[in-house]
């Protein structure tokens, strides 16, 4: 059984930082592609990174390429979102979604 499980939303000011964590289980990273996601209030769902299983290209949306980054721990089978710089446009609910599966999300409210 496929299980995403996500970690370390909270409230942050703007400039701050925030990691987020996805532990996978049932479904060993080093062989799928792992995209976070976020889902803005009244806005549709919108990939912000992605890291691929095999041969590991990353991908960024634009409004967060040179403040995010995403990387991965196979023995902990864990996908990480580092987010710097972080605006108030970045607030959202973050999901991971890997082989047709997301997690529950994890709320970021950037905010003064």
């Known amino acids: 059984q496929v299980q995403l499980v996500e970690s370390g939303g909270g409230l942050v000011q703007p400039g701050g930082s925030l990691r987020l964590s996805c532990t996978v289980s049932?479904?060993?990273?080093?062989?799928?592609?792992i995209n976070w996601f976020r889902q803005a209030p009244g806005k549709e769902r919108e990939l912000v990174a992605g890291?691929?299983?095999?041969?590991?290209?990353?991908q960024y949306a634009r409004s967060v390429e040179g403040r995010f980054t995403i990387s991965r721990d196979t023995d902990k089978n864990t996908v990480y979102l580092q987010m710097n710089s972080l605006k108030p446009e970045d607030t959202a609910v973050y999901y991971c979604?890997?082989?047709?599966?997301w997690g529950q999300g994890t709320q970021v409210t950037v905010s003064s």
């Open positions: 049932g479904l060993p990273l080093d062989y799928y592609d």
């Open positions: 979604f890997a082989y047709g599966h």
């Open positions: 890291i691929s299983g095999a041969i590991n290209n990353i």
